[in-house]
T-cell receptor, first 114, second 115 residues
Framework: AQSVTQPDIHITVSEGASLELRCNYS??????LFWYVQSPGQGLQLLLK??????LVQGIKGFEAEFKRSQSSFNLRKPSVHWSDAAEYFC????????????FGTGTRLLVSP | ETGVTQSPTHLIKTRGQQVTLRCSSQ?????VSWYQQALGQGPQFIFQ???????GRGNFPPRFSGLQFPNYSSELNVNALELDDSALYLC??????????????FGEGSRLTVL
């Protein structure tokens, strides 16, 4: 079955430190992969997406993600975290089902300490 | 602001009741998807509507139904509410051009509590 796994429920990072959020996928073929962010009381905002080509993808707000086929991973990174980055982050995959069904991970809550 | 608006933002129902949630999609978008996000979980796909027809459904029972109107706005209806239906219901609109998928623009959701 198609699935996306985010192994970390919570992560705490000091402001200014680097960040890496993990995401693993299980698909028969290379899926399209996405990272979304959800702030409290807000909907989901797309940070970045991977469809094909360059395995390092740049997104908004200084985020990037690297697709690694050998590890079935699509980890999200940011070199220097700001307090405003505190939110819930979701990895999602789309496996070409013929319609736009995104399969989401369970999310990682990022806490930023001063 | 994504241009996707949902109403109501919060509502409380009791078991057995019925609820209708509404979504106004972003201008020009012809596809609406609905997702259920239970507390502490990622969103789960309910179904998608394209040009007023349901063209994909997740693992949800038939008491979850929907409509899409000619202006591409949409409704999600849930009959015979159960406690486990308590969740944030997210609507997302997109412009379908085939694979790969167009970006989904999410609304801020309707928080349903079933007592």
């Amino acid at each position: 079955a198609q699935s996306v796994t985010q192994p970390d429920i919570h992560i705490t990072v000091s402001e200014g430190a680097s960040l890496e959020l993990r995401c693993n996928y299980s698909y028969g073929a290379t899926p399209y992969l996405f990272w979304y962010v959800q702030s409290p009381g807000q909907g989901l905002q797309l940070l970045l997406k991977y469809f094909s080509g360059d395995t390092l993808v740049q997104g908004i707000k200084g985020f990037e993600a690297e697709f690694k086929r050998s590890q079935s991973s699509f980890n999200l990174r940011k070199p220097s975290v700001h307090w405003s980055d505190a939110a819930e982050y979701f990895c999602a995959g789309w496996g070409n089902t013929g319609f736009q069904k995104l399969v989401f991970g369970t999310g990682t809550r990022l806490l930023v300490s001063p | 602001e994504t241009g996707v608006t949902q109403s109501p933002t919060h509502l409380i129902k009791t078991r057995g009741q019925q609820v209708t949630l509404r979504c106004s999609s972003q201008s020009g978008h012809n596809t609406v998807s609905w997702y259920q996000q239970a507390l502490g979980q990622g969103p789960q796909f309910i179904f998608q509507y394209y040009r007023e027809e349901e063209n994909g459904r997740g693992n949800f029972p038939p008491r979850f139904s929907g409509l899409q109107f000619p202006n591409y706005s949409s409704e999600l209806n849930v009959n015979a509410l159960e406690l486990d239906d308590s969740a944030l219901y997210l609507c997302a609109s997109s412009l379908v051009r085939g694979a790969p998928p167009g970006e989904l623009f999410f609304g801020e959701g309707s928080r349903l509590t079933v007592l």
